[in-house]
């Protein structure tokens, strides 16, 4: 079955950096754009980055535009998420997230805390 597992959040301070991994398993992970999403306790899951199966053009939150960078290893299956310059309102809980022909995956999240 699909399996989508985050690793690398924590607590780092202010203008720091944190690089999320999620390795997926159990699909063919090169023909699936994959996306990072975020959320706090009381507001909506958002959308922080997605990236296409190959070629296209990456999208980002206005909120990470040259902050973030999303990338993808299709030899390792697994899709990294850089973030730099972090911000407290950057915390979050952040989940990878992958969908294809009204299917809709989800890990089980990796909390960030930015905080002095």
């Known amino acids: 079955q699909v399996q989508l597992v985050e690793s690398g959040g924590g607590l780092v301070q202010p203008g720091g950096s944190l690089r999320l991994s999620c390795a997926a398993s159990?699909?063919?992970?090169?023909?699936?754009?994959m996306s990072w999403y975020r959320q706090v306790p009381g507001k909506e899951r958002e959308l922080v980055a997605r990236?296409?199966?190959?070629?296209?053009?990456?999208k980002y939150a206005d909120s990470v535009k040259g902050r973030f960078t999303i990338s993808r290893d299709n030899a390792k299956n697994t899709v990294y998420l850089q973030m730099n310059s972090l911000k407290p309102e950057d915390t979050a809980v952040y989940y990878c997230?992958?969908?294809?022909?009204?299917?809709?995956?989800w890990g089980q999240g990796t909390q960030v805390t930015v905080s002095s």
């Open positions: 997230n992958t969908g294809r022909d009204g299917r809709i995956y």
């Open positions: 159990g699909f063919t992970f090169s023909m699936y754009a």
């Open positions: 990236i296409p199966t190959a070629g296209g053009s990456t």
